[in-house]
């Protein structure tokens, strides 16, 4: 029983820390996730800071995770409830664009592959929307919506193209242009590989 309690005492900790260093992340990027004010913000010591995240650079990477966990929840709850199958997944695909001119979401595009990386930030990509993409468009192959194409391939171009787009909306000086122009693109694209 003791170590249930501390577990759950250590999950809120943690999440008080992330949440503290997404409010900074938001406002100002990495430059702006500063340990001692995090901390204090949460009501924490540093040393909760390191037994949690090991360093700056492992919370500034959960900050960039929970973001990209946060888009693709957006986008599956988007979908939820949408019985036409080609409708689900424009839902999906227009709700990531539309995370792309939250602050958080389009700071972590800019930001992500300078702190871990390029490939690692593709890779947790991948694991987030990535998983929805190639899960919608196997059954839309399925049901015999598409035209016979690799999905892997198809998932990787798409995704691709989503997240040209998403870095377009959050770079854009005009950004609720850019995101409907991106959208448009996107159902074009998507259309061309619809069968039938």
């Known amino acids: 029983m003791a170590n249930t309690k501390i577990k759950g005492r250590g999950e809120t900790a943690r999440e ?4 503290e260093a997404r409010k900074a992340f938001a406002r100002g990027g990495q430059a702006a996730v500063e340990v001692v004010p995090i901390c204090e913000a949460a009501g924490l010591t540093t040393g909760a800071l390191y037994h949690h995240f090991v ?3 492992g919370l500034l990477r ?16 988007a979908m939820e409830g949408v019985e ?3 409708e689900q997944l424009l839902c999906g695909v227009h709700r990531v664009l ?3 001119l939250e602050d958080e979401v389009r700071i972590t595009y800019n930001e992500a592959p300078g702190i871990v990386g390029l490939e690692e930030w593709r890779r947790i990509e991948e694991s987030k929307t990535g998983v929805l993409l190639v899960t919608t468009l196997a059954r839309l192959q399925g049901a015999g919506l598409l035209k ?3 999905i892997e391939l198809l998932a990787s171009m798409v995704k ?3 997240v040209e787009g998403a870095m377009s909306i959050s770079r854009s000086p005009k950004p609720k242009r850019t995101r409907k122009e991106a959208g448009l693109l996107l159902d074009a694209l998507l ?4 069968a039938g």
């Open 84 to 86: 036409d199958d080609w």
């Open 148 to 150: 016979p194409l690799s």
């Open 55 to 57: 360093n700056r650079q």
């Open 62 to 77: 959960a900050v960039i995770e929970a973001v990209a966990d946060s888009v693709a929840q957006k986008a599956a709850k």
């Open 16 to 19: 008080a820390l992330l949440a």
């Open 191 to 194: 259309q061309s590989v619809r």
């Open 98 to 100: 539309d995370c792309c």
């Open 160 to 162: 691709g193209a989503i």
